[in-house]
């Protein structure tokens, strides 16, 4: 039996930086460093009056006075200073912070849409030939389908793969079991119930074959204690 691989969105990554964000990382980082070279300076400058007063104590140099004046000049401006753009730093990072989570946040939406679409897409799939002749009861699992992906039971599912989610709801609403199972590749949905021959023996050609793997889901099952053979892909 033919099965496909799921393409199954994955958890989203953070997204790089637009241009305007590599902008203000680099102001963050230039900020960073100049608040350090103001923190040394003013370490600096206390060392520096320190060591006129140990002078002044030994010496008694009669310009000790004046210039303790001006070293403690420098460092309160270099204080002022340092207090004025720690505000700026945080106010940078702070935004540069929101910024990215915000983009993060929107990413996270878009992937878990496009699980919830593969989710619906593929529930069709499976739906569609089960119920030709009956568009209620094709109406009413698709209902059920919104129903139990909003119940306690599937609370976990967005973080489990589509796949899982698809034979879960197979399951429980009775619909085919072998439609969505799980390979050593990966989890695969029914692509066609035909063999990889046509009729007449003939091999499929490579490119309705591409992206498909041959497997028995009864194999698959009476397997599970133990470790299956790879399904061969089919180039």
Same mark, same amino acid.
């Given at each position: 039996?033919?099965? =496909? ?5 994955? %958890? ?20 960073? *460093?100049?608040?350090?070279? +103001?923190?040394? !300076? ?15 104590? %030994? &010496?008694?140099?009669? &310009? ?11 460092? $309160? *401006?270099?204080?002022? +200073? ?5 505000? %700026?730093?945080? $106010?940078? =990072?702070?935004?540069?912070? &929101? ?30 030939? &089960? ?10 699992? !698709?209902? @059920? ?6 119940? %306690?039971?599937?609370? @976990? ?15 429980? !609403?009775?619909? @085919? ?26 091999? +499929?050609?490579?490119? $309705?074959? *591409? ?25």
């Amino acid at each position: 039996m033919l099965y =496909r691989l799921l393409d199954d969105p994955s %958890e989203a990554s953070p997204p790089p930086d637009t241009p305007a964000m590599a902008e203000a990382a680099a102001a963050v980082a230039m900020t960073e *460093r100049h608040h350090a070279t +103001l923190s040394r !300076l003013a370490e600096l400058g206390m060392a520096l009056a320190e060591a006129i007063v140990a002078q002044t104590k %030994e &010496e008694g140099a009669a &310009e000790a006075g004046a210039a303790f004046a001006k070293v403690g000049q420098a460092v $309160r *401006r270099a204080i002022a +200073l340092e207090q004025t753009l720690g505000s %700026e730093l945080g $106010r940078r =990072r702070g935004e540069l912070a &929101e910024t990215r989570q915000a983009r993060l946040a929107e990413a996270r939406s878009k992937s878990w849409n496009a699980r919830d679409e593969a989710i619906q897409r593929e529930m069709k799939g499976v739906i569609e030939p &089960e119920t030709a002749d009956d568009k209620d009861r094709a109406e009413n699992l !698709l209902d @059920d389908i919104d129903e139990l992906l909003t119940s %306690e039971e599937f609370s @976990d599912y967005d973080d489990r793969p589509a796949g899982e989610t698809i034979a879960r709801l197979c399951q429980a !609403l009775g619909l @085919d079991p072998d439609w969505c199972v799980e390979t050593p590749e990966g989890w695969a949905v029914k692509a066609s119930s035909a063999p990889l021959c046509e009729t007449g023996g003939s091999r +499929l050609p490579p490119d $309705r074959r *591409r992206g498909l793997i041959d497997i028995d889901p009864k194999t698959l099952r009476s397997a599970r204690s133990a470790k299956p053979k790879a399904p061969a892909k089919l180039e």
